[in-house]
């Protein structure tokens, strides 16, 4: 079992910035990859970003270079740096942690709201 806690959730301009943060805990060992989704209303879930153990990242087209996402070594942490917001980018943002077992894992989800 992994728990994910995130947090960071924010109110903010369009151009702004903002840093989730994604807390794991229990099986951390077995974590193969860790994300960030989001899902505006409405819409599908959807992958933001992607990280491996490794440091190998995967990156929706629609955030490459204004997102970034970072791990701690033990893979117990995740964040996700995002910059020059938009309004498009309203959504709540997912946590999410893939095992070695082909077990998925999810946040609570927080909140990012883009407005002026």
């Known amino acids: 079992q992994v728990r994910l806690v995130e947090s960071g959730g924010a109110l903010v301009q369009p151009g702004g910035s903002l840093r989730l943060s994604c807390a794991a805990s229990?099986?951390?060992?077995?974590?193969?990859?860790m994300g960030w989704y989001r899902q505006a209303p409405g819409m599908q879930r959807e992958l933001v970003a992607l990280?491996?153990?490794?440091?190998?990242?995967n990156y929706a087209d629609s955030v490459k270079d204004r997102f970034t996402i970072s791990r701690a070594f033990a893979m117990n942490m995740v964040y996700l740096q995002m910059s020059s917001l938009e309004p498009e980018d309203t959504a709540v943002y997912y946590c999410?942690?893939?095992?070695?077992?082909?077990?998925?894992?999810w946040g609570q989800g927080t909140q990012v709201t883009v407005s002026s």
């Open positions: 999410n942690a893939q095992t070695s077992h082909s077990e998925n894992y």
């Open positions: 229990g099986s951390i060992f077995s974590i193969s990859a």
């Open positions: 990280i491996t153990p490794s440091g190998i990242t």
